[in-house]
C-alpha cells in the first residue's frame, strides 16, 4: 500500500481509535480519499474538528508533512469530492445519499476556510466553480424578492389621502374610536385588532398626509399607547377640544 498521511488501521485487524481509517481487508491502495471521508460520514460534522485534528497530528508527528502541506492536502480532497457530486446525475441512484454527503462537505469545506492560517487558495477553477454557483443562488434569491416585490406593487399608491389642515388630532381620535368599536351581537368582539399600536401609527403615516405636509410620525407615535392605564411618558392624550366627532354604534 502507498504511504498516506492518514492514520490507517493494519488489515485484518480491528481499529486501535474509531477515527483511524481503512479496510478491513486492507486491499485499499489510492483510495486513502475516499476512506478519509467515509469515516467523515459516519462520524460526522459535530466531530470534524476533532478528526481532523487526530490525522494532522499523526501525519505531522511522523514527519509525513507540515501542517500546510496536510491542510492543503484535505482542502484539495474535498473539493474533488464536492465536484464530483455535483456533476453526478440528480436521477441517480445514489442522489439521495449524495445530497447527505454533499451537505457534510461543505460544513466541512467551511469549517476548513475558517482554520485556514497557511495562505492557501483553492486552484481557480474551483474558485470559479465555487462562486458561479454563489451567484446563481443569490440570482435566484434576486428574483424571488422580485416577485414578491412585483406582488406587493398593486397595493401602493403616489397619492395619499389628505387630512384638512387643523384636523390631525380629529382624526387620530377617529383612529382611537376605531379600534374601541365592537360588533353588536352579543360576542361583542373587537371590530378592528391591531397587533400593536405601531400599526395605526404606520398606516396613518404611509397613506394619509396632513394638508399638503407629510405626517411625522414621531408626533402621531406620542398619540399612541399600550397601556392606557399607565402611559409612558411621551404619550399625548387627544384634547378634549379635537375630540369633534363620535362613532357610535347603530343599534338594530
Same mark, same amino acid.
Given at each position: 500500500?502507498?504511504?498516506?498521511?492518514?492514520?490507517?488501521?493494519? /488489515?485484518?485487524?480491528?481499529?486501535? $481509535? +474509531?477515527?483511524?481509517?481503512? =479496510?478491513? %481487508?486492507?486491499?485499499?491502495?489510492?483510495?486513502?480519499?475516499?476512506?478519509?471521508?467515509?469515516?467523515?460520514?459516519? &462520524?460526522?460534522?459535530?466531530?470534524?474538528?476533532?478528526?481532523? *485534528?487526530?490525522?494532522?497530528?499523526? !501525519?505531522?508527528?511522523?514527519?509525513?508533512?507540515?501542517? !500546510?502541506?496536510?491542510?492543503?492536502?484535505?482542502?484539495? %480532497?474535498?473539493?474533488?469530492?464536492?465536484?464530483? #457530486?455535483?456533476?453526478?446525475? @440528480?436521477?441517480? @441512484?445514489?442522489?439521495?445519499?449524495?445530497?447527505? *454527503?454533499?451537505?457534510?462537505?461543505?460544513?466541512?469545506?467551511?469549517?476548513?476556510?475558517? &482554520? *485556514?492560517?497557511?495562505?492557501?487558495?483553492?486552484?481557480?477553477?474551483?474558485?470559479?466553480?465555487?462562486?458561479?454557483?454563489?451567484?446563481?443562488?443569490?440570482?435566484?434569491?434576486?428574483?424571488?424578492?422580485?416577485?414578491?416585490?412585483? !406582488?406587493?406593487?398593486?397595493?401602493?399608491?403616489?397619492?395619499?389621502?389628505? #387630512?384638512?389642515?387643523?384636523?390631525?388630532?380629529?382624526?387620530?381620535?377617529? &383612529? $382611537?374610536?376605531?379600534?374601541?368599536? +365592537?360588533? /353588536?351581537?352579543?360576542?361583542?368582539?373587537?371590530?378592528?385588532? !391591531? =397587533?400593536?399600536? =405601531?400599526?395605526?401609527?404606520?398606516?396613518?403615516?404611509?397613506?394619509?398626509? $396632513?394638508?399638503?405636509?407629510?405626517?411625522?410620525?414621531?408626533?402621531?407615535?406620542? +398619540?399612541?399607547?399600550? *397601556?392606557?392605564?399607565? @402611559? =409612558?411618558?411621551?404619550? +399625548? @392624550?387627544?384634547?378634549?377640544?379635537?375630540?369633534?366627532?363620535?362613532?357610535?354604534?347603530?343599534? /338594530?
Amino acid at each position: 500500500m502507498r504511504d498516506t498521511y492518514f492514520k490507517t488501521h493494519r /488489515p485484518f485487524s480491528r481499529r486501535k $481509535h +474509531r477515527y483511524d481509517i481503512g =479496510s478491513p %481487508i486492507g486491499f485499499w491502495n489510492y483510495y486513502d480519499d475516499n476512506h478519509f471521508l467515509t469515516q467523515l460520514y459516519i &462520524i460526522g460534522n459535530e466531530e470534524q474538528e476533532q478528526y481532523y *485534528n487526530y490525522h494532522m497530528d499523526y !501525519a505531522v508527528s511522523t514527519g509525513k508533512c507540515t501542517e !500546510a502541506e496536510f491542510y492543503a492536502h484535505v482542502r484539495e %480532497i474535498v473539493a474533488d469530492h464536492i465536484e464530483y #457530486i455535483r456533476k453526478e446525475s @440528480p436521477f441517480s @441512484p445514489k442522489h439521495g445519499r449524495n445530497r447527505i *454527503n454533499l451537505k457534510c462537505l461543505r460544513i466541512f469545506r467551511d469549517y476548513l476556510i475558517s &482554520i *485556514n492560517t497557511y495562505g492557501y487558495r483553492d486552484p481557480l477553477d474551483i474558485t470559479i466553480t465555487r462562486y458561479d454557483t454563489e451567484i446563481a443562488s443569490l440570482k435566484k434569491e434576486l428574483a424571488e424578492k422580485n416577485e414578491e416585490l412585483e !406582488a406587493l406593487k398593486k397595493y401602493e399608491t403616489d397619492y395619499k389621502v389628505r #387630512i384638512t389642515k387643523g384636523y390631525l388630532n380629529a382624526f387620530i381620535d377617529m &383612529i $382611537h374610536q376605531f379600534a374601541e368599536i +365592537r360588533t /353588536p351581537n352579543k360576542d361583542s368582539i373587537r371590530l378592528l385588532s !391591531a =397587533s400593536t399600536e =405601531s400599526v395605526w401609527v404606520k398606516m396613518i403615516c404611509k397613506y394619509f398626509q $396632513h394638508g399638503d405636509e407629510e405626517i411625522n410620525m414621531e408626533t402621531i407615535r406620542s +398619540r399612541f399607547t399600550s *397601556n392606557k392605564e399607565n @402611559p =409612558s411618558s411621551k404619550y +399625548r @392624550p387627544i384634547r378634549e377640544k379635537d375630540k369633534l366627532f363620535r362613532i357610535e354604534t347603530i343599534k /338594530p
